[in-house]
């Protein structure tokens, strides 16, 4: 059942990333991906994107860019991290930004701080100039792409010197017991919950698929380091199976 592994770092993935299928696939259970979210990491995913915003070390004025934001949750976290800051979430999928965008006006509406824009672009070819962001994060979105060492290199490409790319992302346990129980959640747990829930099995089928494909937390350092970044850290997260990996462009 497990994929083949990647070469470190060379982009040549084994599963299907063809863009369009990854859109349609997230365009399919948009409006049910928060609730799946919550149920998949039994609630802790908050807590978990409230680390990768603090990790952005963001200061009041500064840009932040959160790509592959989905239904905007990182993009709220920097928000909330930072209300003085200018915080952009990028998607590809419209379905997942009208769900980001109906979610920051209802934020609007209680008063909450909210992201600047949510923006319609491919994280492979960001329209940005270079240095511009003081932090750019990702929060469960390279695992989708199929160039993850462009993916890092475009998002280093748009952090100003010193700034921080922080990713947060699921990753291959370390250990053998940590291994088998999320080998059992992911393999069975989520995919029943995914069909139960979004009426669409395949597109949770795909999770444990793409993190056995994906490099291990070691490799995607690695990754970050050969796209340019220094001081390329990681701590795992979430019973060892969510690292948060943090690098920062040489000032
Ligand atoms: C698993 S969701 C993560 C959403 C959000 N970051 C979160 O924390 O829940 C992955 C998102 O990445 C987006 N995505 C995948 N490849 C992309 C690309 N090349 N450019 C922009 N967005 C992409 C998908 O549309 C999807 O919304």
């Known amino acids: 059942m497990a994929s083949p ?33 919550r149920l998949m990491t039994a609630g802790l995913d908050g807590r978990w994107r409230r680390m990768a915003a603090s990790e952005a070390r963001l200061s009041p004025g500064g840009e932040a860019l959160d790509v592959c934001c989905g239904t905007g949750d990182l993009a ?91 990713c947060l992302e699921s990753t291959l346990p370390s250990t053998s017991w940590s291994r088998r129980f999320h080998a059992l959640w992911q393999g069975c747990v989520v995919p029943t919950l995914g069909r139960l829930v979004s009426g669409d099995r395949s597109a949770y089928s795909y999770l444990p698929a793409s993190v056995a494909a994906f490099p291990g937390a070691d490799e995607l350092a690695a990754v970050m380091s050969r796209a340019g970044l220094v001081r390329v850290r990681y701590r795992r997260l979430g019973l060892d199976a969510v690292a948060l990996h943090v690098g920062e462009a040489p000032a």
């Not at 599963?15 to 979210?37: H, Q, T, V």
């Open 5 to 37: 592994r990647p070469a470190p770092g060379s982009g040549d993935l084994p599963l299907d990333r063809e863009p369009s299928r990854i859109e349609a696939m997230f365009g399919d259970i948009a409006s049910r991906y928060d609730l799946m979210n």
């Open 76 to 166: 709220f976290s920097l928000v909330e991290a930072c209300p003085a800051c200018a915080v952009t979430g990028l998607d590809f999928t419209p379905a997942m930004l009208a769900r980001a965008r109906e979610k920051a006006a209802a934020r609007a509406r209680r008063g909450d701080p909210v992201p600047h824009a949510f923006l319609e672009a491919d994280l492979l070819d960001l329209p940005f100039d270079d240095g511009r962001f003081a932090a750019v994060t990702v929060g469960w979105g390279v695992r989708n792409v199929p160039d993850v060492p462009r993916a890092f290199a475009e998002m280093a490409r748009v952090t100003r010197p010193g700034g921080r790319v922080v």
